[in-house]
């Protein structure tokens, strides 16, 4: 069973910037998407951030945004560290929610992580 194991939430005044952290147990070149999800209080959990593997060092892999982050948050896997990360700049209180990390293999298998609150606040 793969663990997906979270860290980097944590408590930021508004303007302020988070780094979240996403280590597979397994290698993280074998998840052909991952994404960054957030679950704020009362509502539903919605996908933030998306990676998409190209499975080619020839073909670029792709991000994508919700557009509420655009601009202020951007997605990256650290093949080295076997990390997903999510960089969180200009972070706003709207952005205040328990951060999930997912991924999933090329055969469909899925995997959540624990979650990581962040909290925006002066």
């Known amino acids: 069973q793969v663990q997906l194991m979270e860290s980097g939430g944590g408590l930021v005044q508004p303007g302020g910037s988070l780094n979240l952290s996403c280590e597979p147990s397994q290698s993280i070149f074998n998840f052909a998407f991952m994404g960054w999800y957030r679950q704020a209080p009362d509502n539903v959990r919605e996908l933030v951030a998306q990676?998409?593997?190209?499975?080619?060092?020839?073909?670029?892999?792709?991000?994508d945004y919700t557009d509420a982050v655009k601009g202020r948050f951007t997605v990256s896997r650290d093949g080295v560290r076997n990390l997903f990360l999510l960089q969180m700049n200009g972070l706003k209180p709207e952005d205040t929610a328990v951060y999930y990390c997912?991924?999933?293999?090329?055969?469909?298998?899925?995997?959540w992580g624990q979650g990581t609150r962040v909290t925006v606040s002066s």
């Open positions: 990676f998409i593997s190209s499975g080619s060092i020839h073909v670029p892999d792709k991000t």
């Open positions: 997912y991924m999933q293999t090329g055969a469909g298998s899925q995997y």
